[in-house]
């Protein structure tokens, strides 16, 4: 068996997804979880980005200690010390340099000669090698960079001091028997090349990431880049939990492995799922809610008989447990603390009392509250973002032949209480509009989705809103029982992130 590194790039490429734009809090959860899981490396950002950018990796690498944390650097000198400035604390760094070798990107991007192109990916290696022992160099657009001269950029990096080499294709073109070719013939013709991480980084434009990357793994790539759920820019990336399963369950094929923690899929995926706003379609295989789901009759009577019939993994394999009925009305502080304990929260005092007090009061209004409402009880508080704006109290009229209208009671972080009233198109446009008015924003909601957290009449209803202002993108998330007021209080935190970001002091109209 070989063992294939797993390089999540969740948070860096994951978090180009269109309209993904995560806090540092929710970062740092996503990071705490993917070291849970046991991936090798975490690329946690691009320090030279922005300064937010910056700052999280340095938390990230300051947390977490048993993957090496990565940041991502263009091939020039100020990214890289950027790169440093983030990593220097870490246990484990890696510096991710990269520079498009293909010639479409070398005429119209770079306006690089292949010469130069070279020139500048060695003394970017070299450069990053006097702070990092661990330099990944990345050949942007590689599956579409002529072969003889990809070999050419791959051995010059080597030379320079690169221990992974990566070959990205960048704009999901690619066929499994034309990258798994591309893997052979590095394997066989770049001196040194043994020493070396060979690693794959496929996009899904055509559908083809994980094919693809399966193909790179059988031809010799020992590292796999990829996102939890897929996410990633445009189509997004290869799936982290589908490579994973499926070396896991065609061993005899692949006789490879990866030393992640199968059984954490589930729950990284729930929690990717929901602090980025993407929701996991139903469909999805290994994480998608039908993924183990049998329909037909035919089926359920195969499985009844002999599970193996219609079903090549466990759920529990991948951490899919029946949602068994965990906590109640007469359950106390104790068992509270240990029931997140197991769940992986580990909440200074403070957090846990507001948590406990939080759960006593869903228990007031659902009987029966499982694993899954614990976590989105706890995950929706856990935010580093100031609360410039609480929902106190929100009334709503509502007939199916009268005008929908709704006042808001706010409070605000100076000790004001604001109040508005709004009429609608429907109650939820007539609770926003009223909120507009209440904190004087003027914002576009771009999306809004609703889900049900466990089923039952009684169950969390989670609201994700994307709010646009400018140049400004956010989301926010709120629960309840009631999908109204989850409705508010997702629109609210969305607003209260637009003013984080801005950096301004709330404007309050009275
Ligand atoms: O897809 C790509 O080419 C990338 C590189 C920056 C590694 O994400
Ligand atoms: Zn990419």
Redesign the pocket.
Known sequence: MRTIEIFD?TLR?GEQSPGVNLSLHEKMEIALQLERLGVNRIEAGFAAASPGDLQSIQEIARRVKNSTIVS?SRSVQSDIDKAWEALKNAESACL?V?LATSPIHRKHKLAMTKEQVIENAVAAVKYGKKYFDLVEF?C??GSRTELPYLMEVVQAVVDAGARIV?I?D?VGYTTPKEYGHIFRELREHVRGIEDVKLSC?C?DDLGMAVANTLAAIEAGATQVEGTINGIG?RAGNASLEEVAMALDTRKDVYQAQTRLKLDEIARTSKLVSRLTGMMVPGNKAIVGANAFAHESGIHQDGVLKEVTTYEIIRPERVGFKSNKLVLGKLSGRHAFKDKLTELGYQLEQEELNNAFKRFKDLCDKKKDVTDDDIIALVDSKLNDIPEMYRLENLQLSYGNNSIPTASVRVQTSRGDVLEEAACGNGSVDSIYKALDRVTNEEVELEDYKIVSITHGRDALGEVYVRLKQGSLIVQGRGISTDVLEASAKAYLSAINKIVALRGDTVEVVV
């Open positions: 790039t490429d991502l991710h990269f990345s942007e657009d990566n990205p960048t980084h996009h820019e």
